[in-house]
């Protein structure tokens, strides 16, 4: 059962995701836990007419890197990686940890020095993506950290993880063109609006929209997705927000952080573990003190959290904000080598108001 749902993936991954052509030349990146299907991705690849460069990272080489790597070469690129990313056409991510918890003693100050080494590399991807130059998508594999992280047994976080993506069901394409055509609706409605107030007991924050785009994330570029999001205004974020869950950087997770904007910038934040982390990430630079993007979760097959971004950011009935680099497709001019999605909970006693009428309430759409 589980190698039919994986077979799926990979097959929703290069035919849905990124619609690979002949002739593309496709990167596979993905950890070695991830080998089974990254087998698979690569296998559609090829069937697809595309050329594929395999990456494989590995968690243990790269905590060595951290710890015991020389200024000089923390600020090195990979020639290779830059000209592909500079050339490249698809970019396919697989992610599968071994241990969610393994980075949890590594230095913050060198996570935020190796990010922003990187964040070229990421700044180039993301302006080509901007500009329909590059596709791309993020996925991950089960695994019993991932599971366990989860608070569930592997056969349950496969349930989970497939049945998020519609890998259970006959034609998972046909259900995100779905769960794609509603999300359109939302967008459609929000495109010319300006102001953007979240009311409830987490949350008490104005933002501003205006001349800014929606984009609706139909599993297209993170697969599971479910969700939509902007880049909100730069200077025009005002109020204050408690995270509901635990944002992880890192592979340490900082639990109960909250936020209060100023003009769009962090003007205080605080959190109940790893506070030292927290400001850490937000004096990584300029942009870092500034939200990137905002977004609502819609995807209702992820109904717990699970301590995987990829997954949590989609809860339906929650919204998410990423202090730090904005999508330029957005409009957002944020640059930062942060980007830090952190996850607050709508589904009680709480709405969302777009120019002064009610938007979404207690989780759900009501427009």
Not at 8 to 22: C, M
Not at 173 to 199: H, P, T
Request: aromatic letters at 10%; a negative charge; proline letters at 3%.
């Amino acid at each position: 059962m589980s190698d039919l749902r994986r077979r799926k993936l990979a097959q929703l991954l290069v035919n849905y995701s990124t619609a690979v052509k002949p002739g593309d030349w496709v990167g596979i990146l993905g950890d070695f836990k991830s080998l089974p299907i990254l087998r698979d991705v690569f296998q559609a690849v090829v069937d697809a007419g595309g050329h594929p460069s395999l990456i494989i990272n590995d968690g243990q080489m790269q905590r060595y890197f951290l710890r015991h790597a020389s200024d000089e070469q923390m600020s090195w690129i990979d020639p290779s990686l830059q000209r592909y990313t500079e050339a490249g056409d698809v970019y396919i991510r697989v992610g599968a940890p071994d241990n969610t918890r393994a980075m949890s003693n590594i230095d913050a100050q060198r996570i935020r020095q190796q990010q922003f080494a990187q964040s070229q590399i990421l700044q180039t991807r993301l302006e080509r993506a901007a500009r329909g130059e590059f596709r791309w998508v993020g996925a991950l594999y089960p695994t019993e950290a991932s599971a366990q992280e989860a608070n569930m047994s592997l056969e349950e976080y496969e349930d989970f993880v497939y049945g998020a993506c519609f890998c259970d069901a006959d034609d998972p394409a046909g259900e995100w063109r779905k769960l794609s055509e509603m999300q359109q609706q939302k967008v459609d409605y929000l495109a010319g609006k300006s102001q953007v107030a979240l009311r409830g007991p987490n949350i008490d924050l104005d933002l501003s929209i205006e001349g800014r785009t929606f984009i609706n994330s139909d599993g297209r570029r993170n697969m599971p997705s479910g969700e939509i999001f902007t880049g909100p205004v730069e200077d025009c974020v005002n109020g204050w927000v408690r995270f509901s869950y635990p944002a992880i950087v890192g592979g340490r997770a900082v639990s109960g952080i909250e936020l209060r904007f100023e003009d769009g910038k962090v003007s205080d934040a605080s959190a109940e573990s790893h506070e030292d982390l927290l400001r850490a990430q937000l004096d990584t630079d300029a942009g870092a003190r500034y939200l990137g993007e905002f977004a609502i979760g819609t995807n209702f097959g992820i109904d717990r959290f699970t301590g995987m971004i990829l997954y949590d950011e989609k809860i339906g009935g929650t919204v998410h904000m990423a202090v730090g680099m904005g999508y330029p497709e957005t409009g957002s001019l944020n640059k930062s080598a942060v980007h830090w999605d952190m996850i607050c909970d709508m589904r009680q006693d709480s709405e969302i108001l777009v120019d002064g009428e009610l938007f979404y309430k207690d989780g759900g759409f009501v427009i």
